[in-house]
């Protein structure tokens, strides 16, 4: 394979690992407050109506991310309610919050399907797109691309330098010294699912207003699932699920790209390859490292002492 | 979904209370009818019935294939609907179930090939379109490699790839098509990387069989062409829309109607084409030569009189074995079960 044919994979990896990088990221923060969340899925597929609808209605995209992150917010707020004050089993809520996004996403989106809203386009930064490979692959993307790499950074220095960070580490590894401390578990819980539901939102309105400007039902088609996948591949550390997502947004632009350069294998063969790719890296970061880096209070309710 | 269901049951009472006398033909479609698209465009022919004298359409969409499809094609049979269309291939085995249980309602279901005493088939001849969009799309290419992002290998599809060739290989010799299979008739962001893949690989002509636009976006953005399907669709990608295959259901159900009101109406196998205009394309985009132009406008009377069948021979597979010797053109029955490309054509059929 020649540089040539090398590049627009990257720059593809790039795009089509953003909107898991997004959601992966939200997934991460809300992870090391102690919250699992299986919603991803459907917080996405709201935030991407959401994003759609806002920007349909305002023509404004920017007003569209803002909506996106609101309801991805909302979705996940609403999961770290029934958790941390319901005490609700944190496994079967995040699959009902889902269920119930992805069915309430398809009925209020309906009337919006095969309609195009305004959104953001490729905008190549002056000066950095010249730079050989880095250029075409990581400086000729949309704005949302941009921000995202900001997010390993902003998101390990929130966690490990901030105090509201180390807090939140502390909901997640031990609620009952982080409580004998005198802060609200519940408090700090609901914060990391604000904040990581804002991203998981913009991950998913990433689909509807940068890769394509459409609304379709069913838009994310599972890739709020390889998030909470990629998560444990990350060892819940930002950075590295930097390096997941593209890896395996490369994957399914390349098999794509087999296709269009006329190879003869079976194309039923290439569309597997991502979800091989989710099983072999699910199974090779749990036999490796044993959930290594995973939060000791992970999907654990603690009593309300109040 | 419940709450769309008592919608749904709410507006046919209120259809069925509020027009008794008159002639109710039902139409179930797969997908939202939106603005563009393979529902939108059966919803194009329903608004053509019902502005005929004595007669009221109601329809339901974003039918999902089989069960819920079985209950709304039921539904849709006991408030007394007269004429019942079911527009998607999987809507084949529930619409027979029903019709066994109601014979004296009318149900034609669309691109399938199963028949009942109270039940026809019907499609069009897409593929003459499609020939005609190659045609196009082979004179406007300059890398001489078309793009087409199809959906699923089936003889439909096949048959509509298979004549793009054709069709660009009469205007260009040397034009080869490349295809990428996304194994889905609507996911915009899947159909978009699939076409940029093709973007890449050097193609300057983007065609689909998919159901969404997204693949003209891709083309528009890389500064290229492309080519429509199902509606027109050059509002979503104004400065790469050559033209596009489209759908014209208004003549077909318009005469199903009139036949079934005169009590003439047959359960046929309907396979209809240019000639009777339920397939067309789209207007030419500004960026079309006049000579393109006359000589696909040429074409198409020639197929519209049935002098050029689009899959006469000689016609040789991938391989360059002889598929259709010279002179002789493929039947219905060899066209409604195609699985092979032909030469020119470069992709697996998996």
């Known amino acids: ?306 | 979904m419940r709450a769309r269901w008592m919608m749904v049951l709410a507006m046919l009472l209120w259809t069925t209370g509020a027009w008794a006398k008159d002639f109710q033909v039902g139409f179930v479609y797969v997908s939202p009818v939106g603005d563009a698209g393979y529902s939108y465009a059966h919803d194009q022919g329903r608004k053509a019935v019902e502005a005929m004298e004595g007669v009221t359409t109601s329809f339901v969409e974003s039918v999902p294939e089989g069960q819920d499809a079985e209950r709304v094609i039921t539904t849709m049979a006991r408030k007394g609907y007269d004429m019942i269309f079911s527009t998607s291939f999987g809507y084949m085995d529930p619409t027979l179930k029903v019709a066994k249980q109601f014979p004296d309602v009318k149900f034609l279901h669309c691109s399938g090939y199963k028949t009942a005493p109270n039940m026809a088939n019907y499609f069009g001849r897409m593929y003459q379109a499609r020939y005609l969009t190659g045609m196009v799309a082979g004179a406007m290419t300059k890398s001489n490699l078309l793009g087409y992002v199809a959906a699923f290998p089936i003889p439909e599809v096949i048959r509509g790839i298979n004549a793009f060739a054709l069709g660009a290989q009469a205007m260009n010799p040397k034009a080869e098509v490349r295809v990428v299979w996304t194994k889905t008739w609507y996911d915009p962001a899947r159909e978009k990387e699939a076409a940029k893949s093709l973007l890449d690989a050097g193609c300057d002509v983007i065609a689909q069989h998919q159901d969404s636009p997204a693949p003209q976006e891709a083309a528009q953005e890389r500064g290229v062409y492309s080519v429509g399907y199902n509606s027109d669709m050059a509002k979503f990608a104004p400065k790469a829309h050559l033209t596009a295959a489209v759908w014209n259901w208004a003549p077909f159900y318009t005469e199903m109607v009139r036949q079934a009101q005169a009590g003439t109406w047959k359960a046929d196998s309907y396979w209809w084409g240019m000639d009777k205009g339920v397939v067309d394309i789209a207007p030419f985009g500004p960026m079309v030569p006049e000579e393109v132009r006359a000589k696909v406008q040429a074409a198409k009377e020639a197929i519209g009189k049935g002098e050029n069948p689009v899959f006469v021979g000689p016609i040789a597979d991938q391989k360059g074995v002889e598929r259709v010797p010279a002179g002789k053109a493929l039947s219905d029955a060899e066209l409604l079960s195609m699985n092979w490309f032909v030469r020119g054509v470069v992709g697996t059929l998996e």
């Open chain 1, 1 to 306: 394979m020649t540089a040539e044919m090398l590049l627009p994979v990257l720059a593809a990896a790039v795009q089509a690992g953003t909107p898991i990088f997004y959601a992966t990221v939200g997934e991460i923060l809300m992870e090391r407050a102690g919250i699992l969340n299986l919603g991803v899925e459907g917080a996405m597929l709201l935030g991407a109506l959401a994003g759609f609808w806002m920007s349909m209605a305002t023509g404004s995209p920017w007003l569209g991310l803002a909506a996106a992150a609101g309801a991805g917010a909302a979705a996940c707020l609403l999961h770290g309610v029934v958790c941390t004050y319901a005490l609700a089993n944190q496994v079967v809520s995040g699959l009902a919050l889902t269920i119930l996004a992805t069915g309430l996403a398809n009925f209020l989106g309906t009337p919006y399907v095969g309609l195009a809203a305004p959104g953001f386009d490729p905008m190549p930064i002056p000066g950095l797109r010249e730079i050989p490979v880095l250029g075409p692959v990581l400086f000729s993307q949309d704005v949302l691309v941009y921000f995202s790499y900001a997010l390993p950074v902003a998101a390990t220095v929130g966690l490990s330098r901030t105090r509201w960070g180390l807090r939140l580490r502390a909901a997640g590894e031990s609620p009952t010294a982080c409580r004998a401390a005198g802060l609200s578990v519940a408090r700090l819980r609901l914060g990391a699912c604000l904040v990581g539901g804002m991203l998981i939102g913009v991950g998913g309105a990433y689909l509807s207003l940068a890769f394509t400007h459409l609304w379709t039902n069913g838009v994310t088609a599972g890739r709020g699932w390889i998030a909470v996948a990629l998560v444990i591949f990350a060892f819940w550390r930002p950075g590295r699920a930097m390096v997941g997502a593209y890896l395996f947004g490369g994957v399914m632009a390349f098999q794509l790209r087999l296709q269009a350069a006329g190879t003869a294998v079976p194309s039923s063969l290439l569309l597997m390859l991502p979800y091989v790719l989710t099983i072999v890296v699910l199974a090779v970061s749990s036999r490796w490292g044993r959930f290594f880096g995973a939060p000791a209070a992970l999907g654990i309710n603690p009593e309300p002492s109040e």
